[in-house]
């Protein structure tokens, strides 16, 4: 029972994530520009969401552990981000962004989520910022980057070139925190 | 104002009038962003989309029909704000009017302030009802005359003329904003205002347009640690030195001005511990304020957030005292209105004249008020088909259980892009402004 209601949570906030992002990425060529309110509350509803994706994907592997209330292990993730210093809050979420949209690629081929564990399981020091060869590969729940491709959106790959990401990288690897700068 | 009891129990509501197109294709730049009374409440300012201004003024009541207050018919229009464009983050400025406030009369001209995401605007509204006449060296219509046929010399009288009235941009209030301009508010003192963005509050001076001083910025030395937005903010409506600002967390923090140049050491925060029991993916959403205005009196405050509408007695930080939900039934609906982006609808909230009464908007073309007194609530509905003349608006209901009575309304059955956003109550009488997405209702109580 915890199995299937935990999985149910997992694609809940998959979805919820696959949503976000493509907000997040309309927002960008919406008339007066990307407003930071907006922005913020998608970041922290993403947030909410990896977090509950990755405990509910921790309670599916403990098979029989009684799945922990998600909401409480995002509410006290929201409450530490203030505090720690910047810089490995983005190696985090730049994991998980990726590790998300390979999921139902993985799933489709494999039918299972070891692959994508390994990668969960990686500490964020060992993290490569390096685009990997599988996440260029534009998931299908997001609009194809090219087709919108217009000026304003060279000017976003440039920023993004500057913050030492490889310019072209897909937007689901960019850091959550990285995307409000970028305004 | 109202009835001996002050409050809905005494006042019923009805249509007056409509004002915008009944075509249903709504024009974009025809939605309405802002309504505001003039602190006389005759006059009653719309902002549109299109940076359009549009002032409707009260008629003065007829001695035939002691039992109806004037109408409201259009005043002036004018164009506000253009779109503008930013170069150097090749941005589009939106003219969408966000906030319009006017200031208290002072002279036969009236003012008032309009702001888009960038800019403020101090506008002259004069009237001229009289124009010179009998020029020597032109005709009436302006063509100059023949030098040779003036004979004589007289002197150009003012003659009564069509009334015409004159809106004229006498400040502009620029480039003092890098996020968007979300309020703007007059001081008590008749002499500064504030202006908030997302991360900063701005001081002017009515008269000085070059300079602004900054008096609250919560942008983080690194953004990336940005938790939190200002979302709103308003001066204390006689304590010249006191203002609030409302933020995307959910908190208000009361600034005092007396105690610093910069005020980012707020004098009282006020915020209420969340409930556990209602976290959800979306509860930092809901919790966003939205709007924030003091009562008349200056005693209380209220706040809108997605779902309620809490009363704050400023004297007391922890928590609210009066808490109205709004439509608690969209609780369970928050995942649809996060992916149709209705959680991100910003709802405004107004006072009745003597802080009897709140407002607010709500879906479907409803909107509700809270009689804070007799401890009632009412939901009425904005619509074509409830506008007969003189008609009284019927009260509402959503039903949230299995059973739906008659006359009730299913939540799934619910117009979710029929929404009210900007109300607005006249500052002395029971007429309320209620502007629907390009339609603005008026309505009035019902006098015997």
């Known amino acids: 029972m915890s199995a299937t209601t935990a999985m149910e949570v997992n694609v809940e906030a998959r979805r919820i994530l696959a949503v976000s992002i493509s907000k997040l990425y309309a927002s960008r060529t919406q008339r007066g520009g990307l407003r930071l309110h907006r922005s913020l509350l998608l970041s922290l509803v993403m947030r909410s969401a990896r977090d509950i994706y990755h405990s509910s994907r921790e309670s599916e592997v403990l098979t029989g552990a009684p799945s922990e209330e998600p909401m409480d292990t995002s509410s006290s993730q929201g409450e530490q981000t203030p505090q720690p210093e910047p810089q490995p809050e983005p190696q985090p979420i730049l994991n998980s962004a990726e590790v998300t949209p390979e999921e139902p690629e993985n799933t489709e081929d494999e039918c299972e989520g070891e692959i994508t564990e390994d990668k969960e399981n990686l500490s964020p020091s060992r993290q490569s910022r390096k685009r990997r060869g599988k996440a260029s590969a534009a998931p299908d729940f997001l609009p194809s980057k090219r087709a919108r491709l217009e000026h304003g959106e060279e000017r976003y790959a440039a920023a993004l070139g500057s913050c030492r990401v490889g310019a072209g990288e897909s937007l689901t690897t960019l850091s959550l925190n990285r995307v409000i700068p970028a305004f | ?448």
């Open chain 2, 1 to 448: 104002m109202a009835g001996p009891g002050g409050g809905s129990n005494d006042v019923q509501w009805c249509f007056s009038q409509v004002k915008g197109s009944i075509d249903d294709d709504v024009a974009e730049a025809d939605i309405i962003s802002t309504v505001e009374f003039n602190h006389s409440g005759e006059l009653l300012a719309t902002g549109d989309k299109g940076g359009r201004v549009v002032i409707f003024q009260q008629e003065p009541e007829s001695k035939n029909q002691p039992q109806c207050r004037g109408e409201y018919n259009v005043y002036s229009t004018f164009q506000s704000h253009e779109p503008e464009f930013d170069y150097l983050k090749s941005l589009e400025i939106e003219e969408k009017i966000n906030k319009i406030r006017w200031l208290p009369q002072k002279n036969a001209a009236q003012f008032l302030l309009s702001t888009n995401d960038k800019t403020i605007k101090l506008w002259k509204i004069s009237e001229r009802d009289k124009r010179p006449e009998g020029y020597n060296l032109k005709e009436e219509d302006g063509r100059y005359r023949d030098p040779n046929s003036v004979t004589a010399l007289r002197v150009p009288v003012f003659r009564p003329m069509d009334l015409m009235v004159e809106a004229s941009p006498r400040r502009v209030f620029a480039n003092a904003h890098t996020y968007h301009i979300n309020s703007i508010s007059v001081n008590s003192d008749y002499e500064t205002y504030l202006s908030a963005d997302d991360l900063r509050i701005n001081l002017w001076h009515l008269e000085i347009t070059d300079r602004s001083f900054n008096i609250v910025d919560i942008k983080p030395a690194n953004m990336e640690e940005l938790t939190e937005v200002i979302t709103a903010a308003e001066f204390h409506p006689n304590q010249c030195n006191t203002f609030v600002y409302s933020s995307s967390k959910g908190t208000i923090r009361m600034c005092d001005m007396r105690a610093s140049a910069l005020c980012d050491k707020h004098a009282k925060l006020f915020e209420e511990p969340e409930d556990p029991n209602n976290r959800s993916f979306f509860s930092e959403i809901i919790s966003s304020i939205s709007d924030v205005k003091f009562s008349h009196s200056g005693r209380y405050m209220m706040t809108r957030d997605y779902l309620s509408v809490k009363i704050w007695d400023l004297n007391m930080e922890t928590r609210p005292v009066e808490t109205y939900q709004v439509h608690e039934y969209l609780r369970s609906k928050l995942c649809s209105l996060y992916e149709n982006d209705c959680i991100f609808d910003k709802f405004e909230c107004c006072w009745n004249g003597n802080d009897s009464v709140v407002m607010t908007g709500s879906y479907n073309n409803f909107f509700r008020m809270f009689d804070r007194g007799y401890r009632q609530d009412v939901t009425l509905e904005a619509s074509r088909e409830n506008s007969k003349p003189r008609s009284v608006l019927k009260p509402r209901k959503v039903s949230t259980g299995g059973k739906r009575k008659k006359d009730e309304i299913s939540v799934d059955s619910l117009d979710f892009n029929k929404k009210i956003l900007h109300t607005a109550w006249h500052p002395l009488d029971n007429i309320i402004a209620v502007a629907t997405t390009n339609n603005l209702y008026i309505f009035q109580e019902k006098l015997n």
